[in-house]
């Protein structure tokens, strides 16, 4: 990705977030999502419209990388009920800014989201990275990524792609989320939305009308649409990464379809030369939860991958790189709280790095609502819960208050893996981590 470039030695106009900006805003959108927006992410486009910025100011406000100006932060905050206040924002400072050092590269970045391609903090988990790397040139290939929530896969993807892309490939990164509910209801709908992402995407023009024929119907249309156009008119093999594909759980009619569209594409590749050029990655957080075919379901062919937690090793390292002189009893502490959440480590160490407390503090302020460092990520795993049915409320409240891993129903265990609440370990199921434990049981007795 090209790094913006800004005058030597001159502030810039605009205003970056500070950590107590983001803060606020995080926690503002997400309760505006679940209140407003049934629960589904803004897009960038719906922030637009909602806040009458355009697409890229809503992106750089998001992003806090690039500043904006005062005003169109202060309307974006007044979009969501805030007040923007002095402590919300920052003027940088000019030695950032410059041609020697023309990005946030020598600061941490803030764990949020994706681990961005040229970070020095991101953990590879070895060999999976040189696996993937290797298996996405095989003709054909089916990548299966899963993980719980904020465990890398987006990350991991993102590099696969990176990794297709320096072998002259041509990319496609494409997450469910960004459908909208009302075409999860209608197959034909769903896949032109697939297909017009794709063409996109490839910078071709749009030629649904084209391939599209109520006759043959929407699978073999969508099937046409990528061998007889996009397939034939791309020279390189395409890597499509499909991401939060278990969104479409919740959907099971579509999702049986459009997994089998996915299955028979790869099955094609053993034997048509021209479906060899589609490589597929597919990432999910959870166990397939619903009934598919066994000879129709992606998600027993090709390769899996499994994203793992933090090793005790690897958390070492970690706090190394964010220049932390850590023992190995600081890591055994911190641990012991957070597990190997790969989120939380990262979350914890960044904390930790910008000298705004110790070890030991953190660990006792770890879920008090007023001070912790996780109080935002924890809101949003309780508004997360809250908006879930009440029997799985009820079965998080039995996992919490047990003193052992519990025995639940295979679904429910799987819908909260989900989100990411429980893992599940030799078919019994407990709380992700200490941390967790501890605030929701909390939560539950008050």
Not at 160 to 170: E, F, H, M, N, V
Request: one cysteine or more; aromatic letters at 10%.
């Amino acid at each position: 990705m090209t790094q913006p470039k800004f005058p030597k030695k001159k502030r810039l106009r605009g205003v970056l977030l500070t950590e107590t900006g983001i803060g606020r805003l995080q926690e503002a959108k997400i309760q505006a999502e679940f209140d407003k927006n049934r629960g589904n992410r803004y897009t960038l486009e719906s922030l637009s419209e909602k806040t009458g910025l355009s697409v890229d100011t809503c992106n750089k406000i998001l992003d806090n990388e690039i500043p904006v100006d005062r005003s169109s932060l202060k309307i974006f905050f007044q979009a969501f009920n805030l007040i923007l206040e002095t402590k919300d924002f920052y003027k940088p400072d000019s030695p950032l800014f410059n041609e020697e050092s023309s990005s946030f590269q020598s600061q941490p970045e803030l764990p949020e989201g994706q681990v961005p391609l040229d970070s020095l903090y991101y953990v590879e988990r070895s060999p999976i990275e040189t696996e993937c790397y290797k298996a996405i040139l095989q003709p054909g290939a089916l990548l299966r990524l899963k993980g719980s929530r904020r465990t890398g896969k987006t990350s991991l993807m993102t590099r696969i792609l990176a990794s297709g892309k320096q072998k002259d490939y041509r990319t496609v990164y494409l997450s469910l989320l960004l459908v909208d509910r009302n075409l999860l209801q209608n197959l034909d709908l769903f896949l032109k939305w697939f297909c017009a992402n794709l063409t996109l995407s490839l910078a071709l023009p749009n030629r649904l009308n084209d391939y599209w024929d109520d006759l043959f119907g929407s699978k073999i249309s969508c099937k046409l649409y990528l061998e007889q156009y996009i397939l034939a008119n791309i020279q390189q093999p395409i890597i499509l990464g499909l991401d939060d594909v278990d969104y479409l759980f919740q959907y099971p009619d579509l999702a049986d379809d459009f997994f089998g569209l996915l299955r028979s594409w790869h099955e094609e590749s053993k034997n048509r030369e021209i479906w060899q050029k589609l490589r597929l990655i597919v990432a999910h957080s959870t166990e397939v939860y619903i009934p598919l075919t066994v000879n129709q379901s992606p998600f027993n062919v090709g390769l899996p991958v499994e994203l793992p937690e933090f090793s005790q090793q690897q958390v070492e390292a970690l706090a190394h790189q964010y220049q932390l002189d850590w023992t190995v009893q600081d890591v055994k502490k911190l641990m012991d709280l957070v597990g190997g959440n790969p989120y939380l480590i990262r979350l914890s160490l960044y904390h930790l790095s910008q000298d705004e407390m110790a070890l030991d503090d953190l660990l006792e302020e770890a879920i008090n609502a007023s001070q912790s460092i996780y109080q935002n990520h924890l809101r949003r795993q309780l508004l997360g819960l809250q908006n879930q049915p009440e029997f799985l409320v009820e079965a998080y409240e039995k996992v919490v208050m047990a003193d052992n891993p519990i025995d639940l129903d295979l679904l429910t265990a799987f819908k909260l893996q989900s989100l990411g609440l429980v893992q599940i370990k030799n078919h019994q199921t407990l709380a992700s981590c200490p941390l967790y434990a501890q605030y929701f049981r909390r939560y539950f007795q008050e």
